[in-house]
């Protein structure tokens, strides 16, 4: 049998044995000793609480197909020796177009009835970011991020400010309709309708989107980019475009992208906590994982999960809710999955 197949039949074992809500790869236990892998990449479509029956078969392959899409660009380019920034932003930019997710086109409606979007860029290499929050009106949030980090003295921006440093950029604007969709819309009634009777409309949609990555040259990124959650009031900021919360990229330790009820992941800072217990406390990526979703994050009454790699290649996979869309590759396996406490049927390992 050769060690591919061998790999394999490891993480299936590892994945029936451990449940979904701490997926990782084979080697995720961070064997010192392991060689780093030539690359690996880590995708998020969103996490909450759904499971099988609360999707038809149309819908299962539908994100299926659209996660798996994502993960080819990223593997492609990763082989074909793309930097980590470069893939993160390209695998970003097309979960954005997708109508499926609260990104870019498909994002959720603020209680005032816009989509106000935020994303956040993280380099691993340079240890430097971009973040932009509460944007109107580009197709790529992403993008902006990205030149947020490259061409500004600053790593934030928001609103009209960011708006304006996105045109003088030349970002690709898109109006109103670009943005719109029939299920987005949907959810932002019945927020509204649920608000005006019970003054409680925040809905957390799931569909936020992020990419984690390690290149063939040893450097880490990462990403993240939503609308939010829908019935969110005019101004609120999530964890996405925080840098520490929502999103992180230390090569000495992680790249990690978060998804779930952005209150909690800022109150806690899950990705620097991640980050943290890892450079500090010497726990391996799945362990430091774990600690800072269920730890912390879950112990204070939140919920969602993080995707991550680190420097040698190591993928974990952790979430608290019952769901999380994701999908992951390394050069000889791939992975694509959405449901919670039994992933039988739903995990593909090459
Ligand atoms: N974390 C995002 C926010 O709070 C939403 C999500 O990931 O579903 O804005």
């Given at each position: 049998m050769n060690t591919s197949i061998i790999k394999g039949w490891l993480m299936l074992m590892i994945i029936f044995a451990t449940g979904c809500s701490d997926l990782e790869s084979p080697t995720g236990s961070g064997d010192s000793n392991m060689e780093r892998r030539d690359w690996a990449i880590a995708i998020h479509g969103g996490a909450g609480y759904f499971g099988e029956?609360?999707?038809?078969?149309?819908?299962?392959?539908?994100?299926?197909?659209?996660?798996?899409?994502?993960?080819?660009?990223?593997?492609?380019?990763?082989?074909?020796?793309?930097?980590?920034?470069?893939?993160?932003?390209?695998?970003?930019?097309?979960?954005?177009?997708?109508?499926?997710?609260?990104?870019?086109?498909?994002?959720?409606?603020?209680?005032?009835?816009?989509?106000?979007?935020?994303?956040?860029?993280?380099?691993?290499?340079?240890?430097?970011?971009?973040?932009?929050?509460?944007?109107?009106?580009?197709?790529?949030?992403?993008?902006?991020?990205?030149?947020?980090?490259?061409?500004?003295?600053?790593?934030?921006?928001?609103?009209?400010?960011?708006?304006?440093?996105?045109?003088s950029m030349g970002h690709e604007e898109a109006g109103d309709d670009w943005f719109w969709t029939q299920k987005a819309f949907r959810r932002y009634e019945r927020a509204k309708a649920k608000s005006e009777q019970?003054?409680?409309?925040?809905?957390?949609?799931?569909?936020?989107?992020?990419?984690?990555?390690?290149?063939?040259?040893?450097?880490?990124?990462?990403?993240?980019?939503?609308?939010?959650?829908?019935?969110?009031?005019?101004?609120?900021?999530?964890?996405?475009?925080?840098?520490?919360?929502?999103?992180?990229?230390?090569?000495?330790?992680?790249?990690?992208?978060?998804?779930?009820?952005?209150?909690?992941?800022?109150?806690?800072?899950?990705?620097?906590?991640?980050?943290?217990?890892?450079?500090h406390g010497k726990e391996t990526l799945a362990q430091a994982c774990r600690g800072a979703i269920f730890g912390e994050m879950g112990e204070l009454g939140g919920d969602g999960g993080v995707v991550g790699v680190d420097a040698k290649g190591n993928i974990a996979l952790v979430c608290n809710s019952s769901g999380m869309f994701r999908a992951w590759a390394i050069p000889t396996e791939r992975g694509v999955a959405m449901f919670g406490a039994t992933l039988e049927g739903t995990v593909e390992v090459h």
């Open positions: 029956k609360d999707l038809t078969d149309e819908q299962e392959r539908a994100y299926t197909e659209s996660l798996s899409a994502a993960l080819s660009i990223g593997e492609e380019m990763l082989a074909a020796g793309s930097g980590a920034v470069d893939v993160v932003e390209s695998v970003i930019r097309m979960l954005e177009d997708d109508s499926l997710f609260n990104a870019g086109r498909g994002a959720v409606f603020t209680a005032e009835g816009v989509q106000e979007l935020d994303a956040s860029i993280a380099d691993g290499a340079s240890r430097n970011c971009g973040a932009i929050t509460g944007i109107r009106g580009f197709r790529h949030p992403i993008s902006v991020a990205r030149s947020v980090m490259d061409s500004s003295d600053h790593v934030f921006f928001s609103g009209h400010g960011a708006g304006e440093f996105a045109l019970k003054n409680e409309g925040l809905d957390k949609k799931k569909g936020t989107v992020g990419c984690t990555v390690l290149d063939q040259a040893g450097h880490l990124a990462a990403g993240t980019s939503t609308g939010g959650m829908t019935y969110k009031q005019h101004g609120r900021i999530g964890d996405s475009p925080i840098i520490g919360a929502g999103t992180w990229a230390d090569d000495r330790s992680c790249a990690i992208s978060a998804t779930g009820w952005g209150e909690y992941f800022i109150r806690t800072g899950v990705a620097q906590d991640v980050h943290g217990r890892m450079l």
